[in-house]
């Protein structure tokens, strides 16, 4: 693509980066920016546009962090091929959206970039030996980090080399259906995360689903299953947004200890941003080596960094190395250390700490303007209050489908909790919407609220 003409509002409360933002979307969703295409180099539009590098980086990285673009080493920037992401399908008499509640949107502007940049310049000078093969199940140096951080803040009991790396945790629960009984019943949430759904149902496991309640799924309906590897998100569950309290932990450590061949997946999703008093994870309170552990860093630090890990009981590590001997980790190695050297050095907690503060804002805010509006005697907030979203439902006999219609229509994308489930629930049966905070500023949230005071004031 050549350089573009683009006005920017210099007299109003939105940022440039975000206005470029805004612009580099709707070019993309209108087609005028192909698949496949080459995006202008940032210094080449810094010139063009005479606006500063940073401006131009946070557009394009937010972009990136959305799933619209993809960045190729030594190349530039690239539209991706929407065979290979989710693309929002455009629909008749609907503007683009202009603010998102996205349930999976995190602040990317608010990472240590000079810190990255700093660690990467280090690790490339003083370790020529990374463009080698490098460890197949992962470095050790990050083996050790990732290990001693969750010893330290999530109660986790493993040794380094139980901890195997890969590319995100779909990757790895594919690998890790791979070595566990071919005739196993997965038991799913439901709702649930689509990714993790998917994953499973794709390699055509049994899957047998438990409805969540604002306490968690039922014990009893678990017992009353055929389910043999269970898969849950205890400390932040997707998207319901409960924490299992610790005796429904323990209660989950007596089934999977009652059977064989049972097992317990437990994922770590945005376990980072629990603001009350921490709960021990269920694989620190196992003894029995029957809990799998998996985690990433896409909420923590940002999408882009695709690096997950898996911490195996000892007996499936033999197996998983046995089953899957060619096995060699898809994350280059550079990506490895750095990564390494950000927990290590302190970074990734202070970040952490940093974010927690910037999120709890975020989300005190979004409650005080909800306060103020003209729909508020209409919704009913969740009281689970963790993570970067809430959940608020509506108390109105408009049907659901038109609430989101309306809002549609002023532009703004706000999701309901339907879309994650697999069968109905007479828990989350409809009109409970997501309202995401993560990716949106405090004036993006105002605005936000505004047009939905014009799309709902008449409901």
Known sequence: MNNFTI??????NIPLYRQLYDYLLKEIRRGNLKENEKLPSRRALCSHLKINKNTVESAYQKLAADGYIISEPRSGFYVRNRNGFFIEKEEENFPDYIYNFSINANDILKMPYETWVKLYKNTIYENPSLFGHGEN??????QKAIKKYLHEFRGINCNYNQVVIGAGFDYLLLMLMLIMDK?????????CMKRMYSTVNMCNKRICLLDVTKNGFSIDALNGSNI???LVMPSHQYPAGYTMPLKQRYELIEWVNARKNRYIVEFHHDSEFIYEKPIMSIQGLDTNEKVIYIGDFVKTIGPSIKTSYIVLPNHLLKKWKSYINSYYTPVNLFEQWVLAEFIQEGYFMKHVKQMKTIYIKKRDYL????EKCSFRNKIEISDNLNGTHFIAKFNTDIPENQIEHAAREQGVKIVPMTRSFYRESGMYNDKYFVFGFGGLEHFEIREALTLLEKAWGTL
Do not use: H, K, T, W
Not at 7 to 12: G, L
């Open 367 to 370: 409650l005080s303007e909800l």
């Open 137 to 142: 199940f992962g470095e050790r140096i990050l």
């Open 7 to 12: 006005e920017f509002d210099y007299n109003c």
């Open 228 to 230: 043999n590897i269970l």
């Open 183 to 191: 005739n196993a019943v997965y038991g799913l949430e439901n709702p």
